[in-house]
């Protein structure tokens, strides 16, 4: 059986040879919102491959480097895109990322998708944060033998851990009231995660508004789930790149197709807002106990 704390490690070691930098903050960063890791000052960058044991991530608007360094003057890791598990790779290996940031010092997490918007109110292009989700893709990244090892924190790496609060509600509110500050809308809503690659059909969709969710995607939840079996908190947003199959959204006269195209455009427009967002936010969380 794989060591997966030990391959962890490995690559732990291998990026504290690469920089001195002890990050206080982890962020994944997912499609169309790469180009933030552009922003990080003082930054060593280095490509997934070159990682010990690091997944490759294949999917366009994932470029797949490590970026370290600062922003606004506080210590993170900047995750330039992720692996999903429809690429073919089991969740060991889709949450180890995740694992490796808690083991090179990270405390928090803030992990971001591009995600279809379920909630008609949701118009496109805008930031939502989450606050809860439904994991929908039929798996659990704790399956398996535990490893308590990987606890970030004193009582963390428990066998059975809690997520009723899995997205931190005092990040939310600090998040919210820093969108208040540049003058916009941060809201909130419960991302519903599906294994994909496939889009989903319109009769999912209105299924999934039953269950109560605002938001779909591909991603997220696993590294949520392993984040907190370490026991580092998790800010989560997600970017509204389209409306789901057969919603019709704020400001769009008809249901419209869904093409990774368009995701990847929305995201782009999206850029200024969202690291605005995230550079006035890092050094509020990183103030904070």
Do not use: W
């Not at 491959?49 to 890791?77: K, M, W």
């Not at 429809?86 to 949450?95: A, D, K």
């Amino acid at each position: 059986m794989t060591d997966i704390y030990s391959n962890a490690q490995s690559a732990a070691d291998y990026i504290r040879t690469a920089t001195d930098l002890k990050p206080h903050i982890g962020i994944i960063l997912g499609s169309g919102l790469g180009n933030f890791a552009n922003h990080v000052r003082g930054a060593t960058r280095i490509p997934y491959p070159e990682i010990p044991h690091f997944p490759r991530s294949t999917v366009e608007g994932h470029s797949g480097h490590l970026v370290l360094g600062t922003i606004a003057g506080v210590p993170v890791a900047v995750m330039q895109g992720r692996v999903h598990a429809y690429e073919g790779y089991p969740l060991s290996e889709v949450t180890f990322p995740t694992r490796v940031l808690g083991l090179i010092g990270c405390k928090t997490l803030i992990v971001t998708n591009a995600a279809g918007g379920i909630n008609p109110s949701y118009a496109q292009g805008s930031l939502i944060a989450i606050s809860d989700h439904i994991n929908l893709t039929g798996t659990n990244a704790a399956l398996g033998p535990n490893e308590p090892r990987f606890a970030a924190l004193p009582g963390a790496g428990q066998r059975f851990f809690d997520m009723s609060t899995a997205y931190s509600p005092r990040l939310r509110a600090l998040a919210i009231e820093e969108a208040t500050r540049q003058g916009f809308q941060l809201r909130e809503g419960v991302y519903l995660a599906v294994l994909g690659p496939s889009f989903e059909t319109p009769a999912e969709i209105r299924a999934f508004r039953t269950l109560g969710a605002d938001l779909v995607g591909m991603s997220t939840v696993h590294e949520t789930i392993v984040a907190r079996h370490m026991g580092l908190e998790v800010l989560g947003i997600s970017l509204v790149t389209n409306p789901a199959a057969g919603v019709v959204a704020a400001g769009h006269e008809a249901a419209e197709a869904i093409h990774h195209e368009d995701v990847m455009e929305v995201g782009r427009r999206a850029e200024k807002q969202f690291t605005s967002l995230l550079t006035a936010l890092v050094p509020q969380i990183a103030a904070q106990p």
